[in-house]
């Protein structure tokens, strides 16, 4: 994801590039219930991310009061848990050898920490890859804010759940066997060449889906989805990189996430869903 250089310098500055930040105590569940949330804007006219976020967060966001801000008022604020945030950051991971940087949607709560890693962290989604072209994201943003919003409820309605805690997004796997029920849209430029086909998926995944574009997915969440749908968010290089992530979630227009994982890029494991993953899927 393209982003202004101003942006860049100040979350490549930032110590919470690299991993998730601390998982929050009872205490700071209760602090997000009353606190507002700023959503931090880029310092970009232009910004694609800036509008797409804007509309997404007006039409879906209901969790807590909201506010577009600045990054400065982040600084500003990032100390108080009065508020929480709802920001892009640029993450790295310290045992991920490929050194890539990945966009992630993170919300987070102010805290009196000196480094920004440690503010409590609510959710973190993954976008796309730092730097890339790549604005598939748009479009499933409202659906993505309204996953993070559930996941939030379920944190503040089950917060001794040790596996939401220590599993994270792959926690929303046990939803898997609730796809049998829904039809299954995959955009052919996110399936990897072994399952680029009806034919090969069909010999794989017994269940209802769909091959079609992205901008079919797309079209059809900016209407009115049908509820038996769930469709693939791939975010990986596009071409940019030869090494790094390939993260692959399943997601409901409704805001449910049925599947994730990822794989890292290599050549037995291209950048697109794999056959491994339908048959993990298939089981069910």
Request: with cysteine; glycine share 4%; charged share 25%.
């Amino acid at each position: 994801m393209k982003r202004s250089l101003f942006f860049l310098l100040l979350t490549a500055l930032a110590p919470a590039l690299f991993g998730q930040g601390p998982f929050p105590t009872d205490e700071q569940m209760k602090a997000f219930k009353t606190s507002k949330t700023l959503v931090v804007l880029e310092d970009d006219l232009f910004s694609i991310y800036n509008a797409a976020i804007k509309d997404a967060v007006k039409k879906t966001w209901t969790i807590t009061p909201y506010e577009f801000v600045s990054y400065e008022e982040f600084r500003k604020h990032k100390k108080d848990p009065a508020y929480s945030f709802l920001m892009l950051t640029s993450t790295a991971f310290e045992k991920d050898r490929a050194g890539v940087n990945y966009d992630f949607l993170n919300l987070l709560l102010g805290d009196p920490v000196n480094n920004l890693s440690k503010l409590p962290e609510f959710c973190s989604f993954p976008l796309a890859y730092s730097g890339s072209e790549d604005d598939t994201y748009v479009a499933k943003l409202p659906v993505i804010l309204l996953f993070i919003q559930k996941h939030v409820g379920n944190i503040l309605e089950h917060p001794g759940n040790i596996s939401m805690k220590y599993r994270y997004l792959k926690y929303y796997n046990v939803n898997m066997q609730l796809l049998a029920d829904k039809e299954l849209w995959l955009a052919k430029k996110d399936l990897s060449p072994e399952v680029d086909t009806p034919e090969k998926i069909k010999a794989i995944y017994p269940h209802a889906f769909r091959v079609v574009t992205e901008d079919e997915i797309d079209k059809a969440l900016a209407g009115s989805p049908d509820e038996k749908m769930a469709f693939l968010f791939k975010v990986g290089p596009s071409g940019t990189s030869d090494e790094g992530r390939v993260y692959k979630m399943i997601l409901g227009p409704d805001g449910t996430l049925y599947y994730f994982s990822y794989h890292l890029l290599s050549k037995k494991k291209p950048d697109g869903l794999l056959s491994s993953d339908l048959k993990r899927l298939a089981k069910f």
